[in-house]
């Protein structure tokens, strides 16, 4: 059997973003979109307002990892937050987690036997999942 590698990568998304702090976060994120099978786990804990700029921002991060057959998935959001995307429909497209370890998790049960390779900010990590 073949042990793939992928990448998971955990960025936190800002309070608030204006149009260029968005075009910025999308810049910083295509580094990990690059890759086949894209993973990013967005930790929304900062947002307490979901506008449209942040929704926009969410939604242009989920269309780059998925011209790679990846995935985004949004962790800690808010209850406020997470009633917008509900009203705006876009919480459909997104699983939503209460911690970013559930979210990093969710990954590993999705893969089998792959090695995780896990990016997050100031730190790396490695981990294996146990085999079932």
């Known amino acids: ?7 998971v990568a955990v960025k936190v998304l800002p309070e608030t973003l204006s149009v260029k702090q968005g075009r910025l976060f999308l810049t910083e ?4 979109t690059n890759t086949d099978r894209s993973c990013i786990v967005l930790d929304c804990s900062k947002v307490h307002l979901m506008d449209k700029s942040i929704i926009h921002v969410l939604l242009c991060c989920l269309e780059e990892a ?4 990846g995935d985004v998935r949004l962790a800690k959001v808010n209850a406020g937050a997470r009633l ?3 009203i ?5 497209l997104f699983e939503i987690f209460e911690t970013t370890e559930d979210a990093l998790n969710s990954f590993q049960l999705h893969t089998g036997d792959w090695t995780l ?4 900010p100031d730190s790396s990590h490695r981990a294996t999942p146990d085999a079932a």
């Open 88 to 92: 705006t429909g876009v919480g459909r």
């Open 1 to 7: 059997m073949t042990i793939r590698e992928f990448a």
């Open 84 to 86: 917008t995307l509900e």
């Open 29 to 32: 994120l295509k580094v990990h």
């Open 66 to 69: 998925m011209k790679h057959n």
């Open 117 to 120: 390779h896990m990016s997050v």
